[in-house]
């Protein structure tokens, strides 16, 4: 049985609004557990891997405020989630994120469809629930997605292009989405991580500099590359997400604020400093 029954209690549960195909793809799940008087969390973690199903209770220090939790595996804090820059799509783009690595964000699939094919894990489970498949318009076959590329780096999710709008990737995976006209024209992507300080100050000059010139995009990639390099250093940390909700609201990004602000009000209680 799953936490909640409709849409909006759905929304309410995850904290965002999910996109309605992955709440369809719950649903049916559920459905086909209560008719065939099965479990549907067993189902769920038996045929796709997801031991539970929750929101911001899967978010570990590193996850992107951008990535939007949906379920965790139960080991080495992995979890999923949707990449939400925007409310103005049906569906989103899935990526997966391991506290444990420096991989960043995982791309799974762009869409939900795509998701939960490539969340099918077990082969025995997939021949005892065929009828669920079926229903769910999924091919019976286990993918081998794969996390990397062939130089080795980890596969990353690429925002659907919008007309004006312009997505540049970021090391925790999810990258910053924003008009154009609130990017520079290049980023310096080299970190001096054989002096942290210096680093830490170029980083915190770059974004102050892209701020004051009104290229609040700009100035959230440099924030995000701060946090990722440096989230283990706790004042940092803290002044990092201060600073990236005034580039979310300087955006408009309600959804990345209220995130945010959930982020830093609980940043004591949930993050070890």
Known sequence: MLPFETYNEAVKYF??????????????????????GTDTPDTLFDVFGLLRIEGNEARYQQT?????PFASTGGD????GFVIHTMDEDDYPSGEICPMDDDGVVIIGIDTHSLFQNLLCDEESIRNHLPL?????????????GRY???????RIRYPSKPGWKF????????VFAPEKYFDSSHTTK??????????????????DMSTEGLY???LFYLKELYWKEWTNYELAKNCLEEMLKAYEKLDREHLCNTTKWTIDTFDKRFIH
């Open 15 to 36: 904290g965002i609004k999910i996109p309605k195909p992955f709440f369809h793809f719950l649903s049916t799940v559920d459905a086909y557990c209560r008719e065939a």
């Open 64 to 68: 992107p405020i951008e990535l939007f």
């Open 77 to 80: 804090g992995i979890h999923y």
């Open 133 to 145: 498949l079926k229903e769910l318009g999924l091919d019976p076959t286990i993918i081998d997605r």
């Open 149 to 155: 590329d062939k130089s080795g780096m980890p596969l």
């Open 168 to 175: 540049v990737d970021t090391s925790d995976g999810a990258g």
């Open 191 to 208: 970190y001096d991580h054989l002096n942290r300080d210096k680093a830490i100050a170029q980083y915190e000059q770059l974004a102050f």
């Open 217 to 219: 995009a700009s100035q």
